[in-house]
């Protein structure tokens, strides 16, 4: 059973900015694509980015583009999601989700077969 494991979440103010981490706990599974999710307080889990593996394209939701970057690193099936200029709305517990296979519904939590604990993110005005 893969296992995938976040860090790099934390208090930081409006403005700043967090590099999130998620690592897959076997080396030798080869994902079609990996996503982060978010889950605000009092609000439903939503999508946040995807990479797919082979070709490194990324898919944003409109609220983070231009603040957000997901990039992965293969050797390490490493998943990273860089947050710049930080708003009080970006708090939230972000989750780490991996797929095997291409399902067509890359925003959706059911494309997912795996997923991390999550790692608070808070933003403070």
């Known amino acids: 059973q893969v296992q995938l494991v976040e860090s790099g979440g934390g208090l930081v103010q409006a403005g700043g900015s967090l590099r999130l981490s998620c690592a897959a706990s076997?080396?030798?599974?080869?994902?079609?694509?990996m996503a982060w999710f978010r889950q605000a307080p009092g609000k439903e889990r939503e999508f946040v980015a995807v990479?797919?593996?082979?070709?490194?394209?990324?898919y944003y939701t409109d609220s983070v583009k231009g603040r957000v970057t997901i990039s992965r690193d293969n050797a390490k099936n490493t998943v990273y999601l860089q947050m710049n200029s930080l708003k009080p709305e970006d708090t939230a517990v972000y989750y780490c989700?991996?797929?095997?296979?291409?399902?067509?519904?890359?925003?959706?939590?059911?494309?997912?077969?795996?997923w991390g604990q999550g790692t608070q993110v808070t933003v403070s005005s």
């Open positions: 990479i797919t593996w082979s070709t490194g394209r990324a």
């Open positions: 076997e080396l030798t599974f080869s994902p079609n694509a």
């Open positions: 989700l991996a797929r095997r296979y291409y399902r067509g519904r890359s925003f959706l939590e059911p494309e997912y077969d795996y």
